[in-house]
Nanobody, 115 residues
């Protein structure tokens, strides 16, 4: 059974950094995405990475966030630098094991950035 477990969230001051981790069970994932959802707002795509290493970012995080993967550990990461209060949200990882396969979600991890 596929399972995604996030870790690394927490409270940080504006300008600080956090690194989120998403551990995937089972075989090697193909695509990993990070989403976030702030209170009262829709869930939004933050970053994605393919098996070939192609990355995409939301305009709001470009130059500050970096998505990466480590297939040896079957993990994905989201390095978040220069954090802003508006980055405060629950962050979710999402993964697929093939482009036509269903996707799976982690339980979410809270990131709070204080001003």
């Amino acid at each position: 059974q596929v399972q995604l477990v996030e870790s690394g969230g927490g409270l940080v001051q504006a300008g600080g950094s956090l690194r989120l981790s998403c551990a995937a069970s089972g075989s090697r994932f193909s695509i990993m995405r990070w989403y976030r959802q702030a209170p009262g707002k829709q869930r939004e795509l933050v970053a994605s990475i393919t098996s070939g290493g192609r990355t995409n970012y939301a305009d709001s995080v470009k130059g500050r966030f970096t998505i990466s993967k480590n297939y040896a550990e079957n993990r994905g990461y989201l390095q978040m630098n220069s954090l802003k209060p508006e980055d405060t949200a629950v962050y979710y990882c999402n993964a697929q094991w093939g482009q036509t396969m269903p996707d799976y979600w982690g339980q979410g991890t809270q990131v709070t950035v204080s001003s």
